[in-house]
């Protein structure tokens, strides 16, 4: 049995389409996708050339990390322009209980700071090395110590409640401000341990930066929705709040000051331009 349908077929026995079945199911999936590698989803090949791009940077040999036809590990053509974006995403499943993909990523390409609403995602790098920041939520009480006159929004879901703390009252939506806590801030080599975010914790809003060509194996749980109601599941990035009048939280004094970043959401980089990737690997029976 190839080694993605060992995947797959755990999956599908763990997942709902509320989530992994419990942390135990979780665990089973996670042991499977630690021993992932390239060549069991047909990237053999690129994360040859990406351990080549390395060694070069290392200085080991001075080798080129382009292949003789000049592609580099992510497809792009060495001696002119770009054929395929800094970012492809290679579709292997999706259904209402999980997804299942890879992001190819180029030196220096960034997926910028996003989130995963009400879901659990295990990532794993395959080949190469990015740079992971990643963010949980501050949950601050209906009943902080606002000042400045800041509208306080509560949310409250069957989980939890949250609370939105957003600009001075009258200002558009869209300034809206929460602080986040920074809970992973590292380098991530390939060979390396599967990494969990759960909805509330893990680092549940992150970003990558590609340091070397490089692969990561993402599975979503369940998978983003685009429905507008209250349960879909889009993805929203975020940037630094651009506020200067934010408010003083007695509940975040306790916290190191520099752990804390107060983030917005901002609309999606008009750069980010995430291409279409060709899954080359075993066939995976649904």
Avoid at 130 to 154: E, M, N, T
Avoid at 204 to 218: K, M, R, S, V
Wanted: aromatic content about 6%; glycine content about 6%; hydrophobic content about 35%.
């Amino acid at each position: 049995m190839p080694y993605i349908q060992k995947l797959y077929d755990i999956c599908k026995a763990s997942m709902t389409p509320d989530g992994p079945k419990s942390e135990e199911a979780l665990q089973k999936v996670r042991a499977i996708l630690d021993s992932l590698k390239p060549a069991h989803v047909g990237l053999d090949h690129v994360a040859q050339l990406a351990r080549a791009y390395q060694r070069s940077m290392n200085g080991a040999n001075g080798a080129n990390a382009n292949g003789a036809n000049g592609a580099n590990a992510n497809g792009a053509n060495a001696n002119g322009a770009n054929q395929t974006p800094d970012i492809t995403y290679i579709h292997l499943h999706e259904c209402d209980k999980f997804s299942m993909g890879i992001f190819c990523m180029s030196p220096g390409s960034v997926i910028p700071l996003h989130d995963h609403p009400r879901m659990t995602v295990l990532s794993k790098v395959l080949y190469g090395s990015l740079r992971v920041k990643a963010y949980d939520w501050v949950d601050l009480p209906a009943s902080c110590d606002l000042s400045q006159g800041i509208l306080v929004v509560c949310r409250v879901t069957q989980s939890a409640t949250s609370v939105v703390v957003g600009s001075r009252l009258g200002a558009p939506e869209s300034a809206a401000a929460r602080p986040a806590k920074l809970v992973r801030d590292c380098q991530m080599n390939a060979p390396c341990d599967t990494t969990i975010l759960y909805p509330n914790r893990g680092g549940n809003l992150h970003c990558f930066q590609a340091i070397t060509p490089c692969a990561l194996f993402d599975i979503l749980s369940p998978p983003y929705s685009l429905e507008e109601e209250e349960n879909g599941r889009n993805c929203s990035y975020y940037r630094r709040s651009l506020m200067t009048d934010l408010p003083v939280v007695a509940e975040l004094r306790r916290m190191n000051r520099s752990e804390i970043t107060w983030l917005e959401v901002t609309p999606a980089p008009s750069s980010l331009v995430i291409g279409k990737g060709e899954y080359k690997g075993p066939n995976i029976r649904r």
